[in-house]
């Protein structure tokens, strides 16, 4: 089963303009992660932002939390070529479950 | 620092056969996770132990799966028998403690023919 749901499921947008991904869940949640999937490697943590925060930033990473309405986002500032992999958000209740993910692609 | 190890990368196998998959978590990390990622899709968990102790299981199909974790370290996913829909990736992940940050290994993909 799938907890969080990314939105959009695919993006594609120029280098050096920002890439904004959105998550929603369904239960109360302690804490939200977001991961970044290279074609045909594992996972990479990206952040972490705990369910009284409400924003956290990491470098070209912005993460917002609205509990209230069970939502998140991800924002990427000035994408690379680099950027170019498919992100989740995963939330922890009792257990970590995972989205299906948003594939981001980053133009030339 | 090692990160997670698994093998083998790739498995190809016939159906009916029987196939394992091996992970080594980060040391000192207590809990380590099996997941299954089909393609273009979010890993859903399989099992998550806790040292020795499997502590969820409840989404691992037990009449084919099975996995252990013995003395608490590597940890073993066993499919028997293979059925064809069981191609996808397996994702071994470990943290220090749960809840917390993943550390994933790069995935073992099985193909069944």
């Known amino acids: 089963s799938q907890q969080g749901e990314e939105d959009p499921q695919a993006l594609s947008i120029q280098e050096g303009e920002n890439a904004t991904m959105n998550c929603s869940y369904k239960t109360s949640i302690n804490n939200l992660q977001w991961y970044r999937q290279n074609s045909g490697r594992g996972l990479v943590h990206l952040i972490l932002i705990r369910s009284n925060e409400r924003e956290k930033h990491s470098g070209r990473l912005r993460v917002t939390l609205d509990t209230s309405k069970k939502s998140s986002s991800l924002l990427i500032t000035a994408s690379r070529a680099a950027d170019t992999a498919s992100y989740f958000c995963a939330t922890d209740e009792d257990k970590i479950i995972f989205g299906k993910g948003t594939r981001l692609h980053i133009l030339p | 620092e090692a990160g997670v190890v698994q093998s083998p990368r790739y498995k190809i196998i016939e159906k009916k056969q029987p196939v394992a998959f091996w992970c080594n978590p980060i040391?000192?990390?207590?809990?380590l996770y099996w997941y299954l990622q089909n393609l273009g899709q979010g890993p859903e968990l399989l099992i998550r132990y806790e040292n020795e102790e499997a502590v969820d299981d409840s989404q691992l199909p037990k009449d084919r799966f099975s996995a252990e974790r013995l003395k608490g370290v590597d940890s073993t996913l066993k499919i028997q028998p293979a059925e064809l829909g069981d191609s996808a990736v397996y994702l071994c992940?470990?943290?220090?403690?749960?809840?917390?940050?993943?550390?994933f290994g790069e995935g073992s993909r099985l193909t069944v023919l």
């Open positions: 992940a470990s943290s220090v403690s749960a809840p917390g940050e993943l550390f």
């Open positions: 040391s000192g990390h207590n809990t």
